[in-house]
């Protein structure tokens, strides 16, 4: 079963940090380039960042660049999103998700999901 789980989400003070997961598991992510996206309540989930399958690309969302940073350990078979500087409107469910090759800011250009993990920033 071809599968993308994440982990590492919580709660956590502003100026906080936290480390996401994206682990896959049946199939091997080393050809796939990797987006996570948010979705906070009664919005559109959009791409906060993406690393291509080689690793040699990366992509932020403005609100978030200089403040998180995108990575792959192919080894392991996970790829991470450091969060670092935290802020309430950081507050959202986290999704990774794989698309062959080159990253895209399009949704229906990723082949595969995970279920999401909650992040929230409050005090």
């Known amino acids: 079963q071809l599968q993308l789980v994440e982990s590492g989400g919580g709660l956590v003070q502003p100026g906080g940090s936290l480390r996401l997961s994206c682990a896959a598991s049946?199939?091997?992510?080393?050809?796939?380039?990797i987006g996570w996206f948010r979705q906070a309540p009664g919005k559109e989930r959009g791409r906060v960042s993406c690393?291509?399958?080689?690793?040699?690309?990366?992509h932020y969302a403005d609100s978030v660049k200089g403040r998180f940073t995108i990575s792959r350990d192919n080894a392991k078979n996970t790829v991470y999103l450091q969060m670092n500087s935290l802020k309430p409107e950081d507050t959202a469910v986290y999704h990774c998700?794989?698309?062959?090759?080159?990253?895209?800011?399009?949704?229906?250009?990723?082949?595969?999901w995970g279920q999401g993990t909650q992040v929230t920033v409050s005090s």
């Open positions: 690393i291509s399958s080689s690793g040699g690309i990366t």
């Open positions: 049946g199939f091997t992510l080393d050809y796939y380039a």
């Open positions: 998700a794989a698309r062959p090759g080159y990253c895209s800011y399009r949704r229906d250009e990723y082949d595969y």
